[in-house]
Each structure stands twice: as C-alpha cells, then as structure tokens.
Nanobody
C-alpha cells in the first residue's frame, strides 16, 4: 500500500529557503501525479504545486503566489518528490501536505481536483523573524 511521508519543514527567516520532501513507500511513484498543498490558519487548503506522473506529459503547475520562487521535481530512483522553496515570505506559513493520484492527468488538473489516492501527514513551515 502506498504511503507518503513529508519532511523538511521548520522555522525559517523571511528570504530563506527550504526543501520539502515527499517520500513514498509501498508503491512506485512513477505512475502517480503528486501535488503539494498548503493550509494556513483560517484559510482554505490550496494546491500550490503539482507534477504529473512520469509516464504522462511531464507537466508542472504552480499557483500564482509561488510561481518563480518554488520548484517541484521528482526523483523516481529515490521514489521521492521535492518542493524547493526559495525567497520564503511570511504568507508561505502553513502546513504543507503531499498527495498522490494514480493518473496521467496534467499537473494543472491534478492541482484542481478534490480527490486523491493517498495523503501524507504534512509538515509545518513557519516563516518569521
């Protein structure tokens, strides 16, 4: 059974960087699209970055709030998807979760749907001085 574990969160100063990892076990991520979702206190959860499965179109998606600062990538040999976060801002604070969907849908579609096969437990990111 597929399981996802996020890591890499923590406390960082504005302008700093973090790299989040979404490590899979039980199944290969090769056939799964992966999305990163952020939920801040009092706000709706939003899909901030997604990447399609390795056997699909290879597309990526970024929300307007993170485009140009965040980069999503996957390393199928390590069965892990990463989210490199640069120039972090206080508004980036929230709990970051990854989710997997066994689909060949493009990344933008993956980030817009509400149903996923598996969720990780999330990792907290706090951006403050």
């Amino acid at each position: 059974q597929l399981q996802l574990v996020e890591s890499g969160g923590g406390l960082v100063q504005p302008g700093g960087s973090l790299r989040l990892s979404c490590a899979a076990s039980g199944r290969s991520l090769e056939y799964y699209a992966i999305g990163w979702f952020r939920q801040a206190p009092g706000k709706e959860r939003e899909g901030i970055s997604c990447i399609s499965s390795s056997d699909s179109d290879g597309s990526t998606y970024y929300s307007d709030s993170v485009k140009g600062r965040f980069t999503i990538s996957r390393d199928d040999a390590k069965n892990t998807v990463y989210l490199q976060m640069n120039n972090l801002k206080p508004e980036d604070t929230g709990r970051y979760s990854c989710a997997a969907l066994r689909t060949r849908f493009g990344a933008s579609m993956v980030c817009s749907i509400g149903s996923y096969d598996r969720w990780g437990q999330g990792t907290q990111v706090t951006v403050s001085s």
